[in-house]
């Protein structure tokens, strides 16, 4: 027996009943994402494909485990339209190696020439933390608002994101469409894990954006950065599932 699940593309692919996380993930490589032709693109043009179906990316030039792995871009998206069993979805672009690779700055620097080698999919288990998380909350996200004012994101939205992504965030765009099917205020979402604050699980930025033009497309989005400006961002530390407890906070 299979089961059909939604995926944004609005096609359907086939996930057989008692799949595991690790059967799926294989599912969604080979039904949805091998056919969206990342591999042979360069980095910069994978990176707008998966922004475009609605994924947050970002920049791992070395493995932080200090595994021998090629540069990547990770990207992730949350709810993922695949259903319970893969509620996060998480996709490995691998790259070319390159031994001028070793900061994520020397990666930024390529993305318009390094091409795609392959990608994989993988579906996380949902992270929990202990509950004093939820008491440090105020004390770590005050902090992180002292790092974001330091950023100085109220700029130019192309040179807002860039600052983000040098600084390990993984950014996409989050939108809402009015009556028309057009876009209404898309805004940039920013999130870090780990975040690199003390009890702050994990940073998400939300960016109110000074678009120049609607839009219907998010594809469009990605381009429109450069004449956009950030008018505001709202910062705060995501908690998981906390330990004992059946819900997200």
């Not at 940039?188 to 604050?197: D, H």
């Amino acid at each position: 027996m299979a089961c059909s699940v939604l995926v944004p593309g609005a096609f359907a692919i086939n996930i057989p009943e008692g799949t595991n996380k690790l059967q799926a993930a294989r599912e969604i490589d080979k039904q949805y994402l091998t056919p969206l032709g990342l591999k042979g693109k360069t980095a910069a043009q994978a990176i707008k494909t998966l922004l475009a179906e609605g994924f947050r990316c970002g920049l791992v030039p070395v493995s932080p485990l200090g595994l021998n792995e090629p540069p990547r871009s990770k990207c992730v998206k949350q709810p993922s339209d695949f259903g319970p069993l893969c509620d996060e979805l998480d996709v490995s672009v691998y790259l070319e190696r390159s031994s001028k690779i070793v900061s994520r700055a020397d990666l930024f620097q390529q993305l318009d020439t390094i091409k795609v080698v392959s990608a994989l999919s993988f579906c996380p288990y949902p992270h929990e933390v202990s509950a004093e998380f939820l008491g440090a909350r105020s004390a770590a996200e005050s902090t992180l608002l002292h790092q974001v004012h330091s950023l100085e994101l109220l700029r130019n939205a192309k040179s807002a994101y860039d600052k983000l992504l040098l600084e390990g965030f993984y950014c996409g765009f989050a939108v809402d469409r009015g009556p028309s099917r057009s876009i209404d205020s898309p805004k940039l979402v920013c999130t870090k894990l780990p975040s690199g604050i003390s009890s702050c699980f994990e940073s998400k930025l939300v960016m109110d954006i000074e678009w120049p033009t609607a839009t219907n497309s998010i594809g469009q989005l990605f381009g429109a950065l450069s004449s956009a400006r950030v008018k505001a961002v709202q910062a705060s530390c995501e908690v998981p599932v906390v330990k004992g407890r059946s819900s997200s906070l």
